[in-house]
Structures are given as C-alpha cells and as structure tokens.
C-alpha cells in the first residue's frame, strides 16, 4: 500500500501561486502513476494532472494546463502542483492519488486510482 502526505496547502490572495507537495512512500513497485484532484466540499471531485513516474510524461484535465503545472523529484518518491494566478474558485481541498498502471499511456487524469491522501486545503480570497 501507499502512503501519501500532501503539503503546502495555505490561504493566499487573487493572483497569488503555491507549489503543492505529494510525498509517496511505500514499495515503488506498487505505483507509477501520481495525480493532483481537488474537491470542494458538496460537490464532485476534480482531475487536475497526472505524471507517469518512470518517464515524467504528464497529463492534464480540461483547461487545468493553463495555470498548473505537475512536477516530480524522482528521487524522493515526491510530485508537486504548481498553481498560478490562483482564484477564487480554486478554493478547495488539493488531493494527491497514486496507482500502479505499468504503461505511461495508461496514467491519464481518466485514470481509477487507488491510494489518496489526505489532502491540503487551498483557500483564496480577493
């Protein structure tokens, strides 16, 4: 099983950026595929981005491209959101997953994966 911690989460402006911490441990046989959702209370979950470990190729949701950017340290077992110009309506728990998936076109935001953190929550005020 992996474990996952987020970290990084805050209360920032409009306008503002943060860089969102997912720190994976646990067999990395068992994973290879990290992604970024977020949920805000009430209402259904949101893929952000994916990022296929053994290769770095990365995957986005929708219009998520424009203002985040996934990012990994392989060596720590570790990825990162980037988020710029960050609104309002971005408030909401940021959710980092994991899965094992053995091929990089199999790591996509449509993915089913089956480890979750935690989450950090992100809030913005303007």
């Known amino acids: 099983q992996v474990q996952l911690v987020e970290s990084g989460g805050d209360s920032v402006q409009t306008g503002g950026s943060l860089k969102l911490s997912c720190a994976a441990s646990?067999?990395?046989?068992?994973?290879?595929?990290l992604g970024w959702f977020r949920q805000v209370p009430g209402k259904d979950r949101e893929a952000i981005a994916t990022?296929?470990?053994?290769?770095?190729?990365?995957n986005y949701a929708g219009s998520m491209r424009d203002r985040f950017t996934i990012s990994q340290d392989s060596g720590k077992n570790t990825a990162y959101l980037d988020i710029h110009s960050l609104k309002p309506e971005d408030t909401a728990i940021y959710y980092c997953?994991?899965?094992?998936?053995?091929?990089?076109?199999?790591?996509?935001?449509?993915?089913?994966?089956?480890?979750w953190g935690r989450g950090t929550q992100v809030t913005v005020s303007s």
């Open positions: 997953a994991a899965v094992r998936v053995g091929d990089t076109w199999f790591c996509s935001t449509e993915r089913a994966f089956t480890d």
């Open positions: 646990g067999p990395s046989s068992s994973f290879d595929c």
């Open positions: 990022i296929y470990t053994r290769d770095g190729r990365k």
